[in-house]
């Protein structure tokens, strides 16, 4: 069996565990197990000598004790058995890890708590973790207190994140009285508000009640402390400590006094296990206070079998000090009612914290009054103002991050607590100029975004958005993309301006490619119409007609009988001489005799150079996609006043309930009036309008828009004008009116814009790799995207010629059968001459030559067939126009009845 011997102190075994401690609690181990009891009820040296009579006679193989923060002489006492005997110690309660901050050299002393390095990592994770980064440190005399200084120091040293340790005050608190005095004078040199205390419990009461005097306590002070200052948790704090007061302890604390033991126990006898398991054997128990026992190899010891042991899922891993490797702990905080309350924990670096950490609020969030403390009011809006998720694991910020929250109707549960608000994380321009403002003015803050999204707005007589926060005192200060006007300056203050901004114009920038229909951009659809329906039809009309009435043309050719046969100038040869100057092709075509009509034909062709040369003109700027903007002088221009009459109308809009709308609304109410319907939600929405081609401009800060121009992928969004600023001005702080802050803000502000260090800003978030230089020109070849249109239309030709082909052959093969058969031919041939006629004209191609009649005589009645059709064609193309249809239809029939009397003749029967 295992020999433990649990130390406790008087009171606590009598309360918890007296009568409930035997081998029967401990058979789930692996080993049997005979637990030894001793109780502290009278000093150390009575349990000195008990321990090493129970050594002699039990040959104890490991202590268990319950040690807290009270019994640093009894710690003492086990420390030095342990550097004896090497006996294993194992501390249960944590309080000897601080009251016992230096072991003996070859001590078998094992600590379940927390060192005190270890909580001063936690304490600058809570302070990083909200921007605490001025502070003080206040010690006491007690043992340890220059490690506690030291560990500090190099911890802020060793840091990334921009610590400023402002003084380090040391002074003896011992309350006789004698030093009062002097703590009260240095108390009241501190001027920051957060404060890390290193002294003992009675010290600690001593030090509140010297800080209450000097009016260091409060919602304006942030105090923290390490477990040894707190104590007990489970008896009441004295009234002297404060109410906020945090600290940060094992999470061993709530824990039940027969867990601890049993966790105590476990160490040892799974060590012993582990130990037999290498060694074959357990090994004898230690015997003699008087002697040191010889240091046995360190592979061979039980105390090194122990230093990783795993118990009941828990990780009981010991570094070469004896501490735990990873202690779970917690950070607690004296609530209003003056209990202990968990706000967080704190195990293996990460860090989960219930917002915000100390008590400032009262019921329903109402903020305490505290005069260095501001309620600050944003909105999200890049690059000033950028809001993230907390990490998903830690449910902290980043370093570069500030804490932020968000009013919401759902209650989220963060660390066993619900809260009716979102954290979340803020950073970007607006929030570096925050922090450098409570770094420079030391003041504490909290971050809220405003729940109706909005800069601010009168509404029914209402202000919304940050300056209804501002206004109605809601907030201290609003910071962001705040512009200041002459509305809001009437309600509110504004600080100067830390950022010049204005109005301007973005676009996207073309990437060459154009629509398929671009080659009809040049002219409006309208023009297009008149064009080539109304003009082109009028004037062929035109020109027929006088042609007609000419006395030397188509209708007094065929009144005179003058020249029959000769060519005639027809409506379809009319249309189509005007297609032929229109597109200046080189196509035969046939020229109006007449005077009136040659004019018109000239007045025609004029208006065809006028109308080509303007397309070409054109044609270039809309295949190219060039559009320059960039002599716009200001939002009175045309493009922006008459947008309906631009070709497409011009689109354009911004963001609502802003100071860019309210600027449009007041001087351009036409302007705002058309704008209205391509009111964008916001930023990024106006963005994807802009990508997209749904917008054709977006009107908004300088600032913003420069930025986004300069961070956009692909860099296709550009400012006009290289950035061009319209009704210049600037983003400010609002403060109430009258505050008491202006003028250390403005002063701040201007001593940054003196040092340089509001550029250095500007630098890093409001500059992106993308440039909007006026002179950049790219140029490349046109490619299929360009010509899409043109090719289009060529086939759209090409399938229009082949339904008429189709129809020609359908009428050709099936319809022409389906009219009535006759004796006479001249039905179809009258229609088909007339129509040709009419577009046409008859020509004559050899008037005086002879007509070659059919041989009717040869063999090959195929090939007579052929030769009498086409002398029928050349007599019908050479007979007179008034006894054209007769003839050939008498001359047909004639070679019909010859050519049917051949046939028969030739082919022999069958």
């Given at each position: 069996?295992?020999?433990?011997?649990?130390?406790?102190?008087?009171?606590?075994?009598?309360?918890?565990?007296?009568?409930?401690?035997?081998?029967?609690?401990?058979?789930?181990?692996?080993?049997?197990?005979?637990?030894?009891?001793?109780?502290?009820?009278?000093?150390?040296?009575?349990?000195?000598?008990?321990?090493?009579?129970?050594?002699?006679?039990?040959?104890?193989?490991?202590?268990?004790?319950?040690?807290?923060?009270?019994?640093?002489?009894?710690?003492?006492?086990?420390?030095?058995?342990?550097?004896?005997?090497?006996?294993?110690?194992?501390?249960?309660?944590?309080?000897?890890?601080?009251?016992?901050?230096?072991?003996?050299?070859?001590?078998?002393?094992?600590?379940?708590?927390?060192?005190?390095?270890?909580?001063?990592?936690?304490?600058?994770?809570?302070?990083?973790?909200?921007?605490?980064?001025?502070?003080?440190?206040?010690?006491?005399?007690?043992?340890?207190?220059?490690?506690?200084?030291?560990?500090?120091?190099?911890?802020?040293?060793?840091?990334?994140?921009?610590?400023?340790?402002?003084?380090?005050?040391?002074?003896?608190?011992?309350?006789?009285?004698?030093?009062?005095?002097?703590?009260?004078?240095?108390?009241?040199?501190?001027?920051?508000?957060?404060?890390?205390?290193?002294?003992?419990?009675?010290?600690?009461?001593?030090?509140?009640?010297?800080?209450?005097?000097?009016?260091?306590?409060?919602?304006?002070?942030?105090?923290?402390?390490?477990?040894?200052?707190?104590?007990?948790?489970?008896?009441?704090?004295?009234?002297?400590?404060?109410?906020?007061?945090?600290?940060?302890?094992?999470?061993?604390?709530?824990?039940?006094?027969?867990?601890?033991?049993?966790?105590?126990?476990?160490?040892?006898?799974?060590?012993?296990?582990?130990?037999?398991?290498?060694?074959?054997?357990?090994?004898?128990?230690?015997?003699?206070?008087?002697?040191?026992?010889?240091?046995?190899?360190?592979?061979?010891?039980?105390?090194?079998?122990?230093?990783?042991?795993?118990?009941?899922?828990?990780?009981?891993?010991?570094?070469?000090?004896?501490?735990?490797?990873?202690?779970?702990?917690?950070?607690?905080?004296?609530?209003?009612?003056?209990?202990?309350?968990?706000?967080?924990?704190?195990?293996?670096?990460?860090?989960?914290?219930?917002?915000?950490?100390?008590?400032?609020?009262?019921?329903?969030?109402?903020?305490?009054?505290?005069?260095?403390?501001?309620?600050?009011?944003?909105?999200?809006?890049?690059?000033?103002?950028?809001?993230?998720?907390?990490?998903?694991?830690?449910?902290?910020?980043?370093?570069?991050?500030?804490?932020?929250?968000?009013?919401?109707?759902?209650?989220?549960?963060?660390?066993?607590?619900?809260?009716?608000?979102?954290?979340?994380?803020?950073?970007?321009?607006?929030?570096?100029?925050?922090?450098?403002?409570?770094?420079?003015?030391?003041?504490?803050?909290?971050?809220?975004?405003?729940?109706?999204?909005?800069?601010?707005?009168?509404?029914?007589?209402?202000?919304?958005?940050?300056?209804?926060?501002?206004?109605?005192?809601?907030?201290?200060?609003?910071?962001?993309?705040?512009?200041?006007?002459?509305?809001?300056?009437?309600?509110?203050?504004?600080?100067?301006?830390?950022?010049?901004?204005?109005?301007?114009?973005?676009?996207?920038?073309?990437?060459?490619?154009?629509?398929?229909?671009?080659?009809?951009?040049?002219?409006?659809?309208?023009?297009?119409?008149?064009?080539?329906?109304?003009?082109?039809?009028?004037?062929?009309?035109?020109?027929?007609?006088?042609?007609?009435?000419?006395?030397?043309?188509?209708?007094?050719?065929?009144?005179?009988?003058?020249?029959?046969?000769?060519?005639?100038?027809?409506?379809?040869?009319?249309?189509?001489?005007?297609?032929?100057?229109?597109?200046?092709?080189?196509?035969?075509?046939?020229?109006?005799?007449?005077?009136?009509?040659?004019?018109?034909?000239?007045?025609?062709?004029?208006?065809?150079?006028?109308?080509?040369?303007?397309?070409?003109?054109?044609?270039?700027?809309?295949?190219?996609?060039?559009?320059?903007?960039?002599?716009?002088?200001?939002?009175?221009?045309?493009?922006?006043?008459?947008?309906?009459?631009?070709?497409?109308?011009?689109?354009?809009?911004?963001?609502?309930?802003?100071?860019?709308?309210?600027?449009?609304r007041s001087n351009y109410p036409e302007m705002h009036s058309h704008m209205v319907k391509y009111n964008q939600k916001g930023v990024e929405d106006a963005l994807n309008s802009l990508k997209t081609g749904k917008?054709?401009?977006?009107?908004?800060?300088?600032?913003?828009?420069?930025?986004?121009?300069?961070?956009?992928?692909?860099?296709?969004?550009?400012?006009?004008?290289?950035?061009?600023?319209?009704?210049?001005?600037?983003?400010?702080?609002?403060?109430?009116?009258?505050?008491?802050?202006?003028?250390?803000?403005?002063?701040?502000?201007?001593?940054?814009?003196?040092?340089?260090?509001?550029?250095?800003?500007?630098?890093?978030?409001?500059?992106?790799?993308?440039?909007?230089?006026?002179?950049?020109?790219?140029?490349?070849?046109?490619?299929?995207?360009?010509?899409?249109?043109?090719?289009?239309?060529?086939?759209?030709?090409?399938?229009?010629?082949?339904?008429?082909?189709?129809?020609?052959?359908?009428?050709?093969?099936?319809?022409?059968?389906?009219?009535?058969?006759?004796?006479?031919?001249?039905?179809?041939?009258?229609?088909?001459?007339?129509?040709?006629?009419?577009?046409?004209?008859?020509?004559?191609s050899d008037r005086n030559g002879s007509i070659q009649s059919p041989d009717v005589t040869t063999n090959y009645s195929q090939a007579n067939m052929l030769k009498m059709l086409q002398t029928a064609k050349d007599?019908?193309?050479?007979?007179?126009?008034?006894?054209?249809?007769?003839?050939?239809?008498?001359?047909?029939?004639?070679?019909?009845?010859?050519?049917?009397?051949?046939?028969?003749?030739?082919?022999?029967?069958?």
């Open positions: 069996s295992v020999n433990v011997a649990v130390v406790f102190s008087g009171a606590t075994y009598q309360a918890e565990i007296k009568g409930r401690l035997s081998r029967e609690n401990f058979m789930d181990l692996p080993l049997e197990v005979n637990p030894i009891v001793l109780v502290n009820n009278t000093n150390p040296r009575t349990l000195l000598t008990r321990i090493c009579d129970t050594l002699s006679t039990n040959r104890v193989h490991g202590i268990v004790f319950e040690d807290n923060v009270g019994s640093e002489a009894v710690a003492q006492i086990l420390d030095f058995i342990s550097t004896q005997t090497t006996v294993p110690i194992v501390g249960i309660s944590g309080g000897s890890a601080v009251v016992l901050p230096h072991k003996g050299e070859g001590s078998n002393f094992l600590q379940l708590g927390s060192s005190i390095e270890q909580q001063i990592n936690g304490m600058f994770k809570v302070m990083e973790e909200y921007n605490w980064e001025n502070f003080v440190v206040i010690t006491s005399l007690y043992p340890g207190y220059e490690t506690y200084v030291d560990y500090i120091k190099s911890f802020i040293d060793t840091s990334y994140f921009k610590w400023e340790l402002q003084d380090v005050l040391m002074f003896d608190m011992s309350a006789d009285g004698l030093n009062d005095v002097r703590a009260r004078r240095l108390l009241q040199q501190i001027d920051t508000q957060v404060l890390l205390v290193y002294c003992s419990h009675e010290e600690a009461q001593y030090l509140f009640a010297m800080a209450a005097e000097s009016g260091l306590v409060g919602p304006g002070y942030i105090w923290i402390v390490p477990s040894l200052a707190v104590g007990n948790p489970d008896i009441p704090p004295p009234d002297s400590f404060p109410v906020g007061l945090i600290s940060i302890i094992t999470d061993r604390w709530r824990m039940s006094l027969r867990k601890r033991v049993r966790d105590g126990v476990a160490i040892v006898v799974k060590g012993m296990q582990s130990f037999r398991k290498q060694r074959g054997f357990i090994p004898e128990g230690h015997s003699d206070c008087h002697n040191p026992a010889k240091t046995p190899p360190e592979n061979d010891t039980l105390f090194r079998h122990m230093l990783n042991v795993t118990w009941e899922n828990n990780d009981f891993s010991f570094n070469s000090d004896g501490y735990l490797v990873n202690p779970a702990m917690i950070i607690i905080t004296l609530d209003r009612e003056r209990q202990w309350d968990k706000v967080g924990t704190y195990e293996t670096g990460i860090l989960q914290m219930r917002y915000p950490v100390w008590p400032r609020y009262g019921s329903y969030l109402q903020p305490v009054s505290d005069y260095r403390h501001l309620t600050v009011a944003t909105l999200e809006e890049r690059p000033f103002v950028i809001v993230e998720a907390v990490d998903p694991v830690t449910g902290t910020c980043v370093s570069n991050t500030v804490p932020c929250r968000r009013q919401s109707n759902k209650t989220e549960a963060i660390v066993g607590h619900t809260e009716p608000y979102t954290k979340l994380c803020c950073k970007g321009f607006c929030i570096d100029i925050l922090k450098k403002l409570s770094r420079n003015i030391k003041f504490s803050y909290d971050l809220y975004l405003v729940t109706n999204g909005k800069h601010g707005k009168l509404v029914r007589g209402i202000w919304n958005g940050m300056i209804g926060e501002v206004f109605y005192k809601r907030a201290d200060m609003a910071i962001g993309s705040l512009t200041i006007n002459e509305e809001r300056s009437e309600i509110i203050d504004f600080s100067v301006p830390f950022v010049e901004t204005g109005i301007s114009v973005m676009v996207a920038r073309s990437n060459g490619t154009v629509s398929p229909s671009a080659f009809l951009e040049p002219y409006s659809p309208a023009v297009w119409v008149m064009m080539f329906v109304m003009c082109l039809t009028v004037v062929a009309i035109t020109v027929f007609v006088f042609e007609y009435c000419s006395p030397v043309g188509y209708n007094r050719s065929l009144v005179s009988a003058k020249d029959p046969g000769g060519p005639t100038f027809t409506i379809g040869k009319s249309v189509w001489l005007l297609w032929g100057i229109v597109f200046n092709n080189s196509v035969p075509i046939e020229n109006p005799k007449g005077t009136t009509s040659k004019i018109m034909v000239l007045v025609w062709a004029f208006f065809a150079v006028i109308f080509l040369a303007s397309y070409t003109a054109n044609l270039a700027a809309f295949m190219i996609q060039e559009q320059y903007i960039d002599t716009v002088s200001g939002l009175s221009d045309k493009i922006f006043q008459k947008p309906q009459e631009q070709y497409p109308p011009f689109r354009f809009g911004t963001v609502p309930n802003g100071s860019t709308e309210r600027n449009i917008l054709d401009a977006f009107i908004y800060d300088a600032a913003v828009l420069n930025y986004m121009a300069g961070k956009d992928e692909g860099c296709k969004l550009v400012t006009i004008g290289s950035g061009k600023v319209f009704a210049t001005t600037g983003y400010g702080i609002a403060l109430q009116k009258d505050s008491r802050w202006k003028r250390p803000i403005d002063l701040a502000l201007l001593q940054f814009l003196a040092d340089g260090d509001t550029q250095k800003l500007q630098t890093v978030w409001l500059t992106g790799i993308c440039r909007n230089e006026k002179k950049e020109v790219m140029s490349s070849k046109l490619d299929i995207d360009n010509m899409a249109g043109v090719f289009y239309m060529l086939l759209v030709a090409m399938g229009l010629s082949l339904l008429v082909f189709a129809w020609e052959h359908l009428l050709y093969w099936k319809l022409r059968h389906s009219v009535r058969k006759s004796d006479r031919l001249d039905f179809l041939l009258a229609i088909s001459r007339g129509i040709y006629s009419c577009f046409s004209g008859v020509e004559q007599m019908v193309s050479s007979a007179r126009v008034e006894n054209s249809l007769d003839n050939a239809t008498k001359t047909l029939e004639t070679w019909s009845r010859r050519g049917a009397d051949n046939v028969r003749t030739t082919l022999p029967p069958r």
